[in-house]
T-cell receptor, first 116, second 111 residues
Framework: EAEVAQSPRYKITEKSQAVAFWCDPI?????LYWYRQILGQGPELLVQ????????DSQLPKDRFSAERLKGVDSTLKIQPAELGDSAMYLC??????????????FGNGTRLTVT | GESVGLHLPTLSVQEGDNSIINCAYS??????FIWYKQESGKGPQFIID?????DKRQGQRVTVLLNKTVKHLSLQIAATQPGDSAVYFC??????????FGTGTRLTVIP
């Protein structure tokens, strides 16, 4: 079964440093999402792409977070500078998109970020 | 704003018994609901979904019930197994809007 690939699995960084996470969605999935999940809570959307375009980044802290999906396939999420409160699991998900608003999101196994 | 909440944060069941995980939602416009299972260190895994034009849907050992009148969703797991131990999230969506997740319920299966 096709999977959403994410790397790295774990990342430890010092505050004020820059970090980047990578995601490769399921082949053919037009819609890609980045979620942040704080321990003990449900995932919260950071940004949504439809192909290479951002369709929702209203919850993305744009002063320090950026995301891109230049060719409409894989995506990178960056944090610069990292803060202690950014420690969380960063999840990528994809879905067929288009008219498939009622299709489930498929998640990767995430990147666990620890900021020290 | 929208909120999706769960009645119980933890649930313990005996192996072989049936499990019922409940979820309340507040947005009456929500028309699509999904249950996810999340094991430690992994991403959420799709279990089953249901659209608002249905009130029941069955999968393999799982059943989702939707009561739109009281805005309540439940996940029933038959013959619960140790491998079912995980955190279960309900999530809801309204049209093309984003998927909102609840806090989750931790299911522990006692052998």
């Amino acid at each position: 079964e096709a999977e959403v690939a994410q790397s790295p699995r774990y990342k430890i960084t010092e505050k004020s440093q820059a970090v980047a996470f990578w995601c490769d969605p399921i082949s053919g999935h037009a819609t890609l999402y980045w979620y942040r999940q704080i321990l003990g809570q449900g995932p919260e959307l950071l940004v949504q792409f439809q192909d290479e375009s951002v369709v929702d980044d209203s919850q993305l802290p744009k002063d320090r977070f950026s995301a891109e999906r230049l060719k409409g396939v894989d995506s990178t999420l960056k944090i610069q500078p990292a803060e202690l409160g950014d420690s969380a699991m960063y999840l990528c998900a994809s879905s067929p998109g288009g008219d498939g608003w009622s299709s489930p999101l498929h998640f990767g196994n995430g990147t666990r970020l620890t900021v020290t | 704003g929208e909120s999706v909440g769960l009645h119980l944060p933890t649930l313990s069941v005996q192996e072989g018994d049936n499990s019922i995980i409940n979820c309340a939602y507040s947005n009456s416009a929500s028309d699509y609901f999904i249950w996810y299972k999340q094991e430690s260190g992994k991403g959420p895994q799709f279990i089953i979904d249901i659209r608002s034009n249905m009130d029941k849907r069955q999968g393999q050992r799982v059943t989702v019930l939707l009561n739109k009148t009281v805005k309540h969703l439940s996940l029933q797991i038959a013959a619960t197994q140790p491998g079912d131990s995980a955190v279960y999230f309900c999530a809801e969506k309204s049209g093309a809007n984003n998927l909102f997740f609840g806090t989750g319920t931790r299911l522990t299966v006692i052998p």
